[in-house]
């Protein structure tokens, strides 16, 4: 199977690395195709951001989905996934989405970690969007933004741990997510260094998405696809696709 | 006080008549802008075309602000609502929110009508965003979908009385919302012929942002504002305001 | 309009600043009518008090309300709001709710600053009160009570302009609300010093009072209203009101 | 031990037959001393009236908790009852609440079936407010409200039988709780022709008082008791009470 | 009236003091059967081993159910509770949940005391299970677990009742659980020297069992019996009521 | 990888098609080794058999998970899951649970379609286990229960297909779980035939443990774990598991 993998964010830097996750995830089982948003943002760290890289990440789709079976929204706060599920007749999968939903199947409680305490409410909202808050001990994060994102996860490495260590013992977490693209391959990597089950969001959502592929779900005539209708402004394929000219 | 109304539908059409109520119910205190989606959707009805309308009304908003007090979003589902309250220094007021929070100021129980079955879920969706579905009393409206939107107000009139009439008896609603800018200044005109309280939401949502004017917030240095930021295939104002070049 | 602003305290020297608060809100735009309780107590911090002084309250809007457009029932824990707007044909504002119910207007999270422990839970109650639990980061005061409210704005200014600091920076929260009828008047002054928003309950409820007049709800037959009965030992106005003798 | 049982109402027909329910239930076990609203109303069936007869409850109870070991308010919606549990030391339980409880300790699910559809949503709060509506099915009542409520049990007793039915086989009950003061006794003498499990909230309240009655909880010097005040207009042992004169 | 108090731990010595307890709340108006699991484990702390003891419970229920006229489930996690009260056609009480309801009619929040973090999760659990949490302000118990259950009552004395001061003070409980088997008794023996109001959930346990039967609940034909059906390796007094061959 | 699907029931037949709903999914990618429960019940219905069949499912998965990847507990109630996640070393998947978290990852709404009232509850209780009933649209099932459960998938197909359509057009259900076991391998065959996407319990569990599996988590020391200690009545691998001889 071919899944294709947006990267909403413009930094080419991450997509690399995600993309090595997902296909050594995947193996031999799944065709990972990256895609990088070419318009939006460097890096998607607020809903005014996601507004409009949730936008694009719809064209994105529009233009490949014909060649692929499945989608993985890669950025944390799965940016256009509410509205991709509603108009795609292929599986969407969110990375907040797929690891807090996995989460949730290894454990009876869960955690975020993350790198920054800005993204701190936004995974909170992401945990209440799935209805899995009562199963869920909070975002540990540090107390300062780093300066750049681009190697925060060497060199925030230890923090991390130690954050990590605090959601499992402190918070009573059982799994912890490691949240964010820039931190894409460090749960496999610091396993063995902490107690508690770790989650890579990206890893957790290729699986999920392969999961979905097997399960072949037929969309037929669905009774919530949105009726169709002209637009103005969108890119030829998204809005053929909304015209009901293709499915 | 000038109070900018944005249509995210491009229809024309609604923009005059939702604009009429919103002047009507300002009267001398606020002067109304009315703006209509020059992209976009004639009527969105989707989380897609709202993810996609939402964006639109970002830029928008980027254009107008410097020449208006408080912004009103004159579409049910409050497309780009959150993204523009944490974005812009001025109070944004969404027409499903007002409504729905005026609403829970007037009586113990609240409900929806509107004209298509379409929206019924999304309307819910709205209340649950607010928090307010302990005191929702749910969605009232015709079985099949009218053929268009275009005169649903004086074609549906008798329909939407016999609802408002099951709202209030059968599912114990004091205040019904008439949800859909199709629907704008019903409410009033309506009022003598049903028991309950009705709410027109574009009239809500004008005193909700003359309310906010009022109260005047201090929009200084805000803890949850994005960090500023560059990007790329934005509208010149927005992406000023993005990159922190201009509050 | 005349909006009627209760004060179901019996503290003079607190209804005065209230007044001031809520007729500089409304500026030219509303006449504000105080009146303090003849009866109760000096201060209502319980749920006890908030039984007896409700009752009050009811008795202070039978006799006034032909002569007003809207009730604002100044005294945080709202004391009898949810019994008034059962019974009156006109629309009454409670401070806590309309604080509350604004601030969720504002911004996405909100939290409650106030000057006294005692209250802490009861403001905690408020917002469960109005479905906004999510929303909310929680109320912040000072440790111990202070030995008298005369004088507690000032007295206290510097801590709650660090509560203020904490909310917005620890607790995440956007908009904050001084709470306690004590502090009207100190958002407007503080706004300034600290970052987040916010929100003075009088002002909040005045504003609202002023929306909902706008709004004119058409108070006829309602579905909710209770049947009329005989009582004893209520006012005669309340008393009539209640045997159904007049609305 | 004495167990004060107050009828809010003003109708001493109901009292009796509440008195002998809960006398019944005591056996030798302890003593009912029944006591009947001297204000107020003949029957609360309002929030509004509620708010009022709520303050005569704990004026009642001050009257009286000298010679009790503890108070049943008896009336479905618990007029004064949070109020008077801060306030007093010693217990105070509520017909519906005590009657919910009750029900969730007996079964899974429960429901409430009433003689008349103007309780049904004050029902619904009740549940709410104890916070089991997650096991709460619903109120089953007749579409229209009775002339009377004088012979309501005697008059409808084949119409609750029937939404006793509807409530454990269409809604899935396995307890209901025949609810309102007019209904007292007539669980234990339906209980044989329905299945499911029916309670009597008198007989409940007064189960529930005895039990905490035998727990003997020491109310000492209790934290959320409100500081002593003066008041104006209280009846002179519930002023003294709250005046801190005496607990 | 004669109850049977069961103790799902092996350990016989836990067995007695609960049965004084018990017997010491019933006075003479109960007898307390007690009996002790001869299978499963010393000390229920997990949800593995509740679902195992869980199972014998049942199988004890169905040998001596005719005996008596109620079951008190005596440990903490009411292992099997929800299953037995299914089966079975007599009012069974679990130790957790009695003294959750019981608490939520003494006052407004209640927290749960206890001697060792491994159970605060659970507890956690129980109380939401119950749909209180809304009212419950959490556990608290020392930082580390205690090399034996054995005298924990007495050895951990001191912390016990500094833990109920945080619970009372800091959380703002009104009522405070004292959680686990091993601390039978020790409420009633240390109430002087706490503020809030504590709770023996065996005590309660007895209390609700006997506030059960005193309401004689008619099980007739029950809706939500599971049909009757053979099995195999159940204790032949279980399986025979599984196969519907006697109540 | 090998996964281990465990059938609490003691039904052979249903085994052998669920074995084959599992096989067909994994391909060659997972080795399916059915296991069916020696005790028990033939079919598992109610939470008194699932207290028991789950101790069962504990032992079945001590004597096996040395020799497999993953454990799927193959009944809709998820028997012991909680129970087992939290003592074994490798992932274990609830047929409900993936399910209904699958289904979740596919649409915004969902419903559970099945073939007896009887479960109709157990269903709804499990949704609310998972934390997604704010997503959940009920179920729908007929009216009666079927006399037989071994060929309802047949037997009741075109009630299944109207109830599937009235799930997804009146319930508004984006997806359907088609519930219970007898029910393997019908959503795959009666896929084109419904609208909405149908989930097949069996073959979501499976996809469900592979994706767990492929995610390897690393058990090490886990902080939840129970403590170590001696046991009564357990088969000897459950045993020495439990006093941490391995683990």
């Given at each position: 199977?071919?899944?294709?993998m947006?990267n909403p964010?413009?930094?080419?830097?991450m997509?690399?690395p995600m993309?090595?996750v997902a296909?050594?995830l995947?193996?031999?089982?799944?065709?990972?195709?990256?895609?990088?948003?070419?318009?939006?943002?460097?890096?998607?760290?607020?809903?005014?951001?996601?507004?409009?890289?949730?936008?694009?990440?719809?064209?994105?789709?529009?233009?490949?989905?014909?060649?692929?079976?499945?989608?993985i929204v890669a950025a944390f706060g799965d940016?256009?996934l509410?509205?991709?599920?509603?108009?795609?007749?292929?599986?969407?999968v969110g990375m907040a989405e797929a690891a807090i939903m996995t989460a949730a199947?290894l454990?009876?409680?869960f955690s975020v970690v993350t790198f920054?305490?800005?993204m701190?409410?936004w995974y909170?909202?992401c945990v209440?969007?799935t209805?899995?808050?009562?199963?869920?001990?909070?975002v540990?994060?540090?107390?300062?933004?780093?300066?750049?994102?681009?190697?925060?996860a060497?060199?925030?490495?230890?923090?991390?741990?130690?954050?990590?260590?605090?959601?499992?013992?402190?918070?009573?977490?059982?799994v912890v997510i490691l949240g964010g693209a820039p931190l894409a391959g460090l749960a496999k990597?610091?396993?063995?260094?902490?107690?508690?089950l770790l989650i890579d969001p990206i890893a957790a959502a290729t699986a999920q998405a392969?999961?979905?592929?097997?399960?072949?779900?037929?969309?037929?005539?669905?009774?919530?696809?949105?009726?169709?209708?002209?637009?103005?402004?969108?890119?030829?394929?998204?809005?053929?696709?909304?015209?009901?000219?293709?499915?």
């Amino acid at each position: 199977m071919r899944l294709l993998m947006i990267n909403p964010n413009m930094t080419e830097a991450m997509t690399g690395p995600m993309a090595r996750v997902a296909q050594d995830l995947a193996g031999d089982a799944a065709e990972i195709v990256a895609l990088t948003a070419a318009q939006g943002f460097p890096y998607i760290s607020s809903r005014a951001e996601a507004q409009i890289a949730g936008a694009h990440v719809l064209e994105m789709i529009a233009d490949h989905q014909d060649s692929v079976d499945a989608v993985i929204v890669a950025a944390f706060g799965d940016p256009g996934l509410v509205a991709a599920r509603e108009l795609f007749n292929l599986p969407v999968v969110g990375m907040a989405e797929a690891a807090i939903m996995t989460a949730a199947m290894l454990g009876d409680r869960f955690s975020v970690v993350t790198f920054s305490p800005h993204m701190a409410r936004w995974y909170t909202d992401c945990v209440r969007q799935t209805g899995l808050e009562a199963r869920f001990t909070g975002v540990r994060c540090p107390k300062v933004a780093p300066d750049s994102v681009d190697n925060v996860a060497t060199a925030l490495r230890g923090d991390l741990i130690d954050l990590v260590g605090l959601a499992t013992s402190a918070d009573g977490a059982d799994v912890v997510i490691l949240g964010g693209a820039p931190l894409a391959g460090l749960a496999k990597e610091m396993a063995s260094e902490v107690d508690g089950l770790l989650i890579d969001p990206i890893a957790a959502a290729t699986a999920q998405a392969m999961s979905l592929v097997r399960l072949a779900p037929a969309y037929g005539q669905r009774v919530a696809r949105p009726a169709a209708k002209p637009s103005k402004g969108l890119s030829p394929a998204l809005a053929s696709i909304i015209a009901g000219e293709r499915a």
